[in-house]
Every structure is written in structure tokens, then in C-alpha cells.
């Protein structure tokens, strides 16, 4: 049975983080899943053309909600997934229901609530930015959530365990060792600081929670085994994905802005541009989720190919990696920060961890290009 999915992202159109338009493919693609909503995580500042926040000077903009890049997935996938916004100011407590924000930032929360109410079964929310509309929708009717929301998956916060946990982080990208500190809690993530009161509300809330750090105490672009970053060297790979998905990634990547943005589908990149798309490097932090939520394992075969494969296709002698969710308890601090200890007893939260992160970065950069590749009978 295909899993129901809410999917909460930060996508903006020109994008903000190509890495969101990249990754909502996987939404759409992967067979196992069943894609009901996505809700545009939007924050006001990144709308403008200058935007400061939290020490970060963005001149990229201005931008909006990714309302384009969805609606050219749903044109290339024959879908009518809905779409609709969150607030774009944050929440002023952790019990804030937002209900000041004007009718239009509403129709996020609302398309949370009607989703959840019209699932015959229980939804799985998959969150890649702030918490603010999922944390608003629960505090708005807590007892739907309880009856119909079977996890929350969060892609957001620094994994910061005890000092019994883990002695080291490692930052492969610098090939540096990072010591932890007894007590602290480090890095304040990108996710977290968009909105803290929003994730501290889904900590405290005592829903199924299954956290997917996006980063470790050596920053948003360090391996640690409870987090999910990793590096792809260049996007070659796209060269030979279906033609409608290479140029919609295209069109992404060279933040591209047409009147006619479902024609552009239907038109091959220019050569100049995808040759240097595909020398590009790629960060990416999702894939974790996507293999998890759609029951996938990632194997490496006998023969030395890594794969990202559906259970009925490991073979007896595949190798399958770590992509585990071990049970663990969660203490925030009003922040957003967090640590975690591993526990034996029954427990709301569990933490991802893939025990050998670097040999996990390897295995992704082949296993990730393939799988895309292969989306839509490319």
C-alpha cells in the first residue's frame, strides 16, 4: 500500500535552496508514496530582495512561495497534489495558534487540518523547514493529530547527543575531528531558528516523532552518524534523467522566470547550462527520509553497486546499510535545542542513524543519481 504523505517544505520560487526543488521530485516519483498536500514554508524576510536573518545577508531575492515548481511536478506527474501557504512570521509562543495571520497564510494550516480529517487512514507529515504550520495546525485541533497523524518525520535541529552516545562528530568535508562538550547543545540549525517556538511545540506535543538532525555540532555541512548531509561531487547524473525532470530541474537551477513555465517542461535545457549544471556540486540532507518513509533499503550488491531498492529487490546476498531509527528520549530547551538519549523503554521519539556516515556519503553518491535516473522510465 502506497504511504499518505503530508509534505512540509521550504520551497520558494526563484529558489531560495535549490535543494528543495531537487527533492520534492521525490515525492512525486517514488512508487510507495502517496502525496496528498505540500505546504509552502514561507518567512517574510526572504520575500524581499535584501533580507538579514539570523547573521545570514541574503541578496538573492526577492521570492515568494514555490507554487511554480509545483505545479510543473504535478503537470510532468499528471498529478492535482494542492498546495497552500504557511503564516510567514513566526509563532510568538509555543501555544500560538496563529490565528491573526491574514486568510491567505492561513490556507496552509487549513489544508493540514482538511487532509488529515479526509484520510481514511493515518498520514505521515514529512517536514524539510520550519514546523510553524504543522505545530499551528496541531495546537489548533491536538486530537485530530493524535488520531490521525501516524509519525511526524522532522528533517530539521542539531543532533547532540551525551557524552555516552558519541565521543566524536566528524566534519568529513574539512577531514577534521570535532570533539563534543558534555552539557552543550552547539550548532542552532537553520530549521530550527526559522521558527524555535514551532519545534519545541512538536518536542513537547507527545506525538510519534521520528527526528532526522540536519546537523551536527561541526555545523549544517558535517557528518555525524545521527545526521543526514551529505555531498554529491556533481550532477552528471542529470544528463540522463527523463527529459521533462532535466528540465525541470533546469529551470530551478538557473532560477529561471518564464510566463510560460509548463511550456519550458517540454523544452531541452540549453547545452551550454547543463554542461555546467552537471559539474555542479549538490548538498543534500533529505534522502534519509525518502528512504525510510517508503520502506527502501539501501544495499550495496556483490558486484560494488550501491542501490536504493524496494525490500522485495534486496538480494540475499546485498549488503544493507544502516538507515535505522533507534528509540531514543528528547529534552529541549526553549530555544529549539535539544540532546538525546538512546533508551530500551517505550518512547514517542526515535533519532536516525546510519553508524558510519562516511561510508554512507559513498553509497549515496552513486545510489541517489541511479534512483533518480530512473524515475518515469528515464
Known amino acids: 500500500m502506497k504511504k499518505p504523505i503530508i509534505d512540509v517544505t521550504d520551497l520558494y520560487h526563484p529558489h531560495q535552496d535549490v535543494g528543495d526543488n531537487f527533492d520534492l521530485v521525490a515525492a512525486y516519483a517514488l512508487p510507495e508514496i502517496d502525496l496528498r498536500a505540500v505546504i509552502l514554508d514561507c518567512t517574510e524576510p526572504f520575500r524581499h530582495p535584501r533580507c538579514e536573518f539570523g547573521g545570514f545577508v541574503d541578496t538573492a531575492g526577492p521570492r515568494d512561495p514555490g507554487f511554480i515548481p509545483v505545479t510543473q511536478l504535478n503537470y510532468i ?31 496552509g494550516i487549513e489544508l493540514i487540518l482538511q487532509t488529515l480529517r479526509e484520510a481514511r487512514e493515518p498520514v505521515s507529515i514529512l517536514v524539510f523547514c520550519s514546523c510553524r504550520a504543522v505545530a499551528a495546525a496541531f495546537n489548533r485541533e491536538p486530537k485530530l493529530f493524535r488520531d490521525k497523524v501516524e509519525r511526524l518525520h522532522l528533517c530539521i535541529g542539531t543532533c547532540s547527543p551525551d557524552i555516552f552516545s558519541v565521543d566524536y562528530g566528524v566534519d568529513y568535508t574539512l577531514n577534521k575531528r570535532i570533539p563534543l562538550i558534555p552539557g552543550t547543545k552547539g550548532y542552532m540549525e537553520w530549521n530550527v531558528e526559522l521558527d524555535p517556538h514551532a519545534f519545541v511545540r512538536l518536542l513537547r506535543s507527545e506525538l510519534p516523532i521520528a ?27 542529470i544528463r540522463n534523467m527523463h527529459p521533462q525532470l532535466r528540465s525541470y530541474l533546469a529551470y530551478a537551477f538557473n532560477r529561471t522566470c518564464r510566463n510560460d513555465f509548463l511550456c519550458a517542461m517540454d523544452e531541452p535545457p540549453a547545452a551550454e547550462f547543463l554542461n555546467k549544471l552537471a559539474e555542479r556540486q549538490h548538498n543534500v540532507w533529505e534522502t534519509a527520509i525518502w528512504i525510510g518513509i517508503s520502506g527502501r533499503k539501501l544495499v550495496n550488491h556483490t558486484n560494488g553497486q550501491y542501490r536504493i531498492v524496494p525490500p522485495a529487490e534486496v538480494r540475499v546476498d546485498d549488503t544493507v546499510l544502516p538507515n535505522e531509527m533507534r528509540p531514543c528520549t528528547i529534552k529541549a530547551t526553549d530555544d529549539g535545542r535539544f540532546d538525546f538519549k538512546f533508551t530500551d523503554k517505550p518512547t514517542n521519539f526515535a533519532i536516525y542513524d546510519r553508524v558510519d556516515p562516511q561510508e554512507n556519503q559513498i553509497a549515496l553518491r552513486e545510489a541517489l543519481p541511479a534512483l533518480y535516473q530512473s524515475f518515469l522510465g528515464a
Open 77 to 107: 506527474f499528471n498529478r492535482n497534489v494542492p498546495a497552500a501557504v504557511s503564516p510567514f512570521h513566526p509563532m510568538k509562543s509555543p501555544d500560538d495558534k496563529l490565528l491573526d495571520a491574514p486568510g491567505f497564510q492561513q490556507t
Open 211 to 237: 527526528l532526522y538532525p540536519d546537523a551536527a555540532e561541526g555545523g549544517g555541512f558535517a557528518l555525524d552518524r545521527h545526521n543526514t548531509f551529505y555531498r554529491l561531487p556533481n550532477l552528471e547524473f
